[in-house]
């Protein structure tokens, strides 16, 4: 029941976003990692099942890719509202997708690392946690760039730098913060439900 939620969630979401997009170039360079992501899960799920908290943050990862694809992410209204509440030169719808990417991977990071028993030092654990998260990070501003010297002015909605000099730099910032807010505020209840599933699937 809990997994055709989540497929009726993410493809009601999915046409939302696809319907009447900003820019059709721009939502298929952000629906695009949601779309695999999908995929990945479909593969894995009979033979590595994941908790459900860690299935509960990956959709919600995907829908903020989705939104972000419909409006482009310099344009997102309530952030466009929150913009001129707040006096700001920008939207900073953007920020909020980087804190969810270092946000959610740390915790898809962490099961497997712990199902896999990677690791038999809890700090040496959440060091590799926040550090892939950083590394993905960083690869994801590379993809940013290659698309940017591929698609020239074109690629302006979906680097979302909004004329910020420093924008790769807090984006990779928000990642790390959001690694790190996620191992305190998630892990003790990742680990109980991370202890109630099947033995078979670890």
Known sequence: MKRLFWLITFCCVFLWSAIGAFDRITWLLEVAPAV????VLIATYKPFPLTTLVYS???????????G??????EVPLFNELKELMGS????YDKVGHLAQGFI???????????????NNT????????????????FYELIEWAVALI???GAHAF????????????DMGYALVGAILSLILFSRYHDKQLRQLPQTSA
């Open 123 to 138: 700090a040496w654990q959440n060091f590799f946690i926040v550090c892939f998260c950083l590394a993905f990070s960083a």
């Open 151 to 153: 698609s020239g002015e």
């Open 57 to 67: 943050l990956i959709l919600i990862h995907c829908i903020i890719l989705m939104v």
């Open 69 to 74: 694809g419909h409006y482009t992410y310099a």
């Open 159 to 170: 680097l979302g730098t909004q004329g910020y000099i420093w924008d790769t730099q807090s």
């Open 89 to 92: 030169s920008r939207n900073n």
């Open 36 to 39: 695999i992501g999908l995929v």
């Open 105 to 119: 991977p740390a915790m898809i990071t962490r099961e497997i690392v712990i199902r896999k028993n990677v690791f």
